[in-house]
C-alpha cells in the first residue's frame, strides 16, 4: 500500500471519529454550556428581546425564560413547556428598572435530553416571542 493510501485509510475514520464525537455534545445542548446549565437567546417578532436558560437543580431541571421590552408595564401572556407537557402558564408584568421579568420552572428531569420551549405575548401589541433550549 502506498504512502499516500495509507495516510488517507488513517485519516478518514479519525475524522470520522472526531465528528461522532463531538456532534452530540453540539445538538444535545441547544445553546451555550457552562456550569450554570444551556443558554440561547433570540430576538421577539418586535424589539423584544428573550433569554432562556435550563440547568440541573437537586435531581430535577430548573427552565427560566427572561423577556426584556425595555418598557415597565407591559402584560404578557406566558407558557413554558418541557418535552410537550406545560410546566408554567400565566402572566407577567415588566418591571422597572429594565422593562424585564423573569419566569423559573422546576420540572422532572425526563429520560434522554429536555426540549423546553417558551412563549410570550404581549396582550396590547400581539408582539410574540418563542425561546427553546435543550439539555
Do not use: Y
Not at 116 to 129: D, K, L, M, Q, Y
Amino acid at each position: 500500500m502506498s504512502k499516500r493510501l495509507w495516510t488517507m485509510a488513517l485519516a478518514v475514520p479519525l475524522t470520522a471519529a472526531t465528528v461522532l464525537a463531538v456532534a452530540p455534545a453540539a445538538s444535545a445542548s441547544g445553546g451555550n454550556v457552562d456550569s450554570g446549565g444551556v443558554r440561547t437567546s433570540g430576538g421577539c417578532s418586535g424589539a423584544t428581546t428573550w433569554k432562556m436558560k435550563a440547568k440541573s437543580d437537586n435531581g430535577r431541571l430548573e427552565g427560566e425564560l427572561e423577556i426584556d421590552s425595555n418598557r415597565v408595564g407591559q402584560t404578557w401572556a406566558v407558557n413554558m413547556k418541557d418535552n410537550g407537557s406545560t410546566v408554567f402558564t400565566g402572566n407577567r408584568l415588566t418591571k422597572a428598572p429594565s422593562g424585564s421579568f423573569t419566569v423559573h420552572q422546576l420540572t422532572a428531569n425526563r429520560a434522554g435530553v429536555d426540549h423546553f420551549v417558551g412563549t410570550a405575548r404581549n396582550a396590547a401589541s400581539g408582539e410574540t416571542c418563542t425561546a427553546r433550549v435543550n439539555i
